[in-house]
């Protein structure tokens, strides 16, 4: 429950068809076992209490009598149990059959959630012996000393928890046009359960699949999915227990088919608010919806879901590629209209030998060569100073000669120390003003060719530089158009490595595999021995960890404790806690002490989910203050003390 995560289970007991004192007995077990697991959240199958295959006797009862005896132990099990459990039965009321979905906690039940939408079509014949639920809510006598609403516009709310709020659909309900888990969520709902009974044919689990994906990413929820197992498979169908958890469009949890297999998650429902609040299209309305307050104990939630370390690089190698491609396009689309619009057909490129330069360059290369325009308009420009390594010189003049586009050479060191001495500064004072006179310099050059030339500065600092604010001001902060302005650090150098390996030219290949070996610096002080003496993330930090705070900071809304919790199960054994505090505490302070450098970036293409654009997603006053994240770090400072 801390931090907003909620351990769910998505349960299949091994039922006897209309057997409901032996199924409760082993639903009550499978509760069990999700208490040791500590789970809040437990969801059986639909009409698991009786067989989902019971045919006519529905109809009968002995049947229904037994089913609601059962119904009443299985909820006193949950009596001092932390957590919320839903189970499915048949409940007559008013001369109608219903197909319901039981609320049980607290050792009562908590209320009745009817199916909305009854097949009767292909082998289900559900419509012979229930009738669709009612939307508001009627009072069910279960005993004379127990009444509990029943309706499908239920909410169940967590007393310690105000984001938990639960709603139910069963089955059928998620395969109609209009689910009513659309109608929950915009309730509130952030949690949806769904006790289903779905048997099997060939390829109905993927398409089951996507429904469930697709639905949790469509409402910005988590969704837990029961369905029946082997018990049910009788006559003519086979039920396989395909048991899933998603939240947001993600799969955290998948049963293997026909083993009857639990399956257990953690849903982020702090997460999923954060995202819903950021939606202004999110629009809700609690209309006739009657909301169930339960008890839950606030507890810490062990974590076993996967928390990516890399959340702005794909995992797995055939997405990365697909996504490194399409990157690569919208970059170069992006800087392929603006020369259209300008009617520019020169750019000019500040060419490092770095990660950096290296993409912006390969980008304006394909820019070039979609709008047919030769690639000698490309000038590509090496500009030597105090800090140039023969090694990134070499690949930087490598590189512009490999491409085929214009070279130029402009040695700064000469027009730097000019510069020094008219504002009476030491060379050897290697301070802020030695490393960005040299900045700005090269800059200053970049800007007159432009003009020369009548052509267009590309830019080639990365978004991971202007969240830290690791650019000199007006100066290679200053560009006419920024490529790489939203691709994260840890990114540029897979899509650097996505080119190498699809370029189809060894010495190309050659080249930019040796820029992806240098460390990631801005050479602007002196080398030792010829090799790089400034290494970036030796200053400020390592890019995998900033990276990994920026997404989570941006994209959820997160704050520092709950970032530093998730960094900490992320980088476990690459990391210890306290380097990660240390970190997090450079780039809270650096993200906010840098957005002056932000609120006046140049354009540059939006690429992924997060982005710095101060017209675009991070509407941020340049004067905030970084107070309130900076105490919460200083609180988890002296935790560890």
Request: charged content about 25%.
């Amino acid at each position: 429950m801390k931090d907003g995560f909620i351990k769910v289970a998505a349960v299949t007991p091994k039922v006897r068809v209309a057997d409901p004192a032996g199924n409760k007995q082993a639903i009550i077990e499978k509760i069990e076992e999700a208490e040791q697991k500590r789970a809040a959240a437990v969801v059986f199958p639909e009409l698991c209490i009786t067989g989902y295959t019971c045919g006519d006797l529905f109809l009968m009862e002995p049947l229904l009598a037994q089913a609601k005896t059962a119904l009443l132990d299985i909820a006193a099990e949950t009596n001092g149990k932390n957590m919320i459990v839903f189970v499915g039965l048949p409940v007559a009321w008013n001369g109608r059959l219903y197909n319901v979905a039981a609320a049980l906690g607290n050792g009562t039940v908590l209320g009745l959630v009817p199916k909305t939408c009854i097949p009767n079509y292909n082998e289900f014949y559900e419509g012979r012996y229930f009738t669709p639920g009612m939307e508001e809510a009627v009072e069910v006598e279960l005993t004379e000393e127990l009444k509990v609403p029943m309706g499908s516009r239920l909410l169940f709310c967590a007393d310690s928890m105000p984001e938990l709020k639960i709603a139910a659909e069963i089955c059928e309900d998620l395969w109609t046009p209009a689910p009513p888990s659309i109608s929950h969520a915009l309730a509130g709902a952030s949690l949806i359960v769904n006790l289903s009974a779905s048997d099997e044919m060939t390829g109905k689990d993927l398409y089951r699949k996507k429904l469930i994906e697709g639905q949790s990413a469509r409402l910005i929820c988590g969704y837990v999915y029961a369905s029946a197992g082997e018990g049910e498979s009788t006559q003519d169908v086979v039920y396989s227990g395909h048991n899933m958890i998603a939240e947001n469009g993600n799969l955290l949890a998948e049963a293997k088919r026909f083993l009857n297999q639990s399956v257990y998650g953690e849903i982020d429902i702090q997460r999923l608010e954060g995202q819903r609040r950021r939606m202004s299209t999110f629009v809700g309305h609690t209309e006739g919806y009657r909301e169930i307050t339960f008890h839950l104990k606030k507890e810490k939630t062990e974590l076993t879901r996967f928390t990516d370390p890399l959340p702005f690089v794909p995992g797995q190698a055939k997405e990365r590629e697909k996504r490194c491609e399409e990157i690569l396009l919208i970059q170069s689309m992006g800087l392929k209209k603006r020369l259209e619009h300008t009617g520019a057909v020169h750019a000019v490129i500040g060419i490092s030998g770095g990660l950096d330069s290296t993409l912006a360059l390969l980008v304006t290369v394909r820019a070039f060569d979609l709008l047919g325009l030769e690639r000698k308009g490309i000038h590509a420009v090496t500009m030597p100073g105090f800090g140039t390594t023969d090694r990134t010189y070499d690949n930087a003049v490598n590189l512009i000669r490999c491409l085929g586009t214009d070279f130029r050479e402009v040695d700064i060191k000469e027009a730097v120390r000019v510069h020094f001495r008219d504002i009476a500064h030491e060379e050897h004072q290697h301070d802020v003003t030695y490393e960005n006179g040299q900045a700005r310099e090269r800059t200053q050059i970049l800007m007159d060719i432009a003009n020369k030339e009548n052509g267009m500065v590309i830019g080639t600092g990365d978004m991971s530089e202007l969240a830290l604010g690791w650019a000199t001001y007006n100066g290679d902060h200053m560009s006419m158009y920024g490529v790489n302005a939203s691709v994260p650090k840890t990114l540029v150098r897979h899509l650097v490595q996505y080119y190498a390996d699809t370029c189809g030219e060894p010495e190309l290949e050659k080249i930019l595999l040796d820029v992806l070996d240098t460390p990631v610096s801005p050479e602007l002080l002196p080398p030792k021995d010829g090799q790089i003496s400034q290494r970036t993330e030796d200053i400020v930090g390592p890019y995998e960890l900033h990276d990994f705070f920026l997404y989570h900071m941006l994209r959820s809304g997160f704050g520092p404790g709950k970032i530093y919790r998730l960094a900490e199960y992320a980088f476990e054994g690459a990391y210890s806690g306290e380097t990660i505090l240390k970190w997090l505490k450079v780039f809270v302070r650096r993200f906010f002490s840098q957005q002056f450098k932000r609120s006046c970036l140049p354009d540059g293409p939006k690429v992924g989910t997060v982005a710095v654009s101060p017209r675009g997603d991070l509407r941020m006053p340049s004067d905030a203050s970084s107070a309130l994240w900076l105490r919460e770090i200083e609180c988890l400072e002296q935790e560890m003390s």
